[in-house]
């Protein structure tokens, strides 16, 4: 049996795969299948899947299997090229998952501030932390 080398499947790999940007749209575009509700049926299976990875580690040895230089090569290489535009595409997503923190933010009924340094003031962040978290949990 007569099996490529690595450097051939790899090479087809990437030309095969950087062609393919349209066909990828085309599928996501064309597709009937209601993606929400397909993942959300199977959040079991979500939650077993990352169960098993737990108890067998596959987090920490992904991590080593990568390694420091991958993880510097990828984020300075592909992440810095698209970074700035993928933070712009995401302009009107953030602006609604931000909004509520910023309305709960603006309607918080502070404590009375004391002189700067009194303990007291602790509790205006106090409700700040509490506030957040409640909204953050209730999602």
Known sequence: MFVKSV???AKKYAARGGAAGADYSD????????WAQNTTAQADTYAAGVQAAIGRG?????????????WKRKASGVGAQRFASGVQAAQPD??????????ALKNISYPKRLPKG???????SLVVQQTLHALKVSK
């Open 118 to 124: 009194d303990p007291a003031n602790n509790q205006r």
């Open 27 to 34: 599928g996501v575009t064309s597709t009937t299948n209601d």
């Open 7 to 9: 450097d051939a499947i």
């Open 94 to 103: 953030y602006a609604k998952g931000v909004a509520p923190y910023i309305d």
């Open 58 to 70: 596959a987090f920490a040895k992904g991590v080593q299997a990568a390694g420091t230089d991958k």
